[in-house]
């Protein structure tokens, strides 16, 4: 695999976890609720859930979908049930206060973060399929097994880092106080977002 090779896979798979989606919009308010070090963690199962669903596309994953249509449903369909779910928590709850003057909470442990972002990327199959292609078109055949693991941490820190930075900037005093004063308007779009993400998931 040639160099150049090598940076456009880097490049596509940024692009990848820049475009808006489950996973950044869960990193913006968990970065605003529970802080960054809460959303660090949350990013790192995001990445985590990249590298699952790119390693699934190295192994043909794509091509079973492709091949088995009821199989790529089934996914979409819990993909999109887990984050409708979500969805409709974020909305339930907009109206709860939360204290101007209090610490961002940090209800979750590392272990349930990390959990959480996980569980937020794998809902969404799409990933498998777009790295399937990303993968057709950047990486030859034969390509070492080391060279492949550089790919896959390519992915993961890519996704990582973005959401992590997502995370922090979601987490600086000014955007929480602004947060907190139009805390209902904003849960429920964010709500909202990720409740029509699953739908969209689900009819596509």
């Known amino acids: 695999m040639t160099i150049a090779a090598f940076l456009a896979f880097a490049g596509l798979s940024l692009f990848a976890a820049v475009s808006p989606g489950p996973a950044v919009l869960m990193a913006a308010r968990t970065g605003l609720l529970e802080g960054f070090r809460t959303g660090a963690w949350l990013a790192v199962g995001i990445g985590a859930g990249a590298v699952v669903w790119a390693s699934a596309a190295l192994f043909g994953l794509g091509m079973l979908f492709a091949a088995a249509p009821a199989l790529l449903w089934a996914f979409k369909a819990l993909g999109a049930a887990y984050l409708l779910y979500l969805g409709w928590g974020m909305w339930r709850n907009a109206r709860t206060p939360l204290d101007m003057h209090s610490t961002p909470a940090l209800p979750r442990t590392a272990l349930s973060a990390f959990r959480l ?88």
Do not use: C, H
Not at 153 to 177: G, I, Q
Not at 179 to 199: E, H, Q
């Open 117 to 204: 972002g996980l569980l937020t990327q794998l809902a969404n199959p799409k990933p498998a399929v777009m790295f399937a292609a990303i993968f057709l078109g950047t990486v030859p055949p034969q390509t070492p097994y080391w060279v492949l693991g550089a790919l896959l941490a390519v992915v993961f820190l890519n996704e990582t880092l973005w959401n992590m930075a997502v995370a922090r900037v979601f987490a600086l005093d000014r955007t929480r106080a602004r947060y907190i004063s139009l805390k209902t308007l904003i849960d429920r779009t964010f709500g909202a977002a990720l409740a029509l993400l699953g739908a969209r998931i689900a009819a596509t």
